[in-house]
């Protein structure tokens, strides 16, 4: 069976979000959704953030959803978090960088 996924606010109301349709969900570690989650950002979101256009949700379970019109930064945005597990956060900020370069020169 499938898992249904829907975003909700902390009142458990669903007010602006409502079900996840499209994108793509994976499961990771409880630790890595909690870091994803984390203030300040998690680097390897921002580095990405500031250059591919994609929607994410992150679940405390370690579900993650992301979502984007390209299905090529579906893959590259989910790859990377999952890359990012054991990486520190310089690491993770050198890594999407370097990513990101190897996408503009393609």
Known sequence: MNPE?????????????GALKDGYMFECSTGLSRMLL???TCPVLEALGKKLS???AVGLNGR??????SPSIV??????IMNSESLSGVQQKIMAEKLLQKIQND
Do not use: R
């Open 5 to 17: 996924l829907s975003c909700t606010d902390a009142s458990g109301k669903a007010a602006e979000f």
């Open 38 to 40: 984390s203030s300040p």
């Open 54 to 56: 994609f929607e994410i």
């Open 64 to 69: 993650v959803w992301v979502n984007s019109n």
């Open 75 to 80: 893959i590259i945005v989910a790859n990377a």
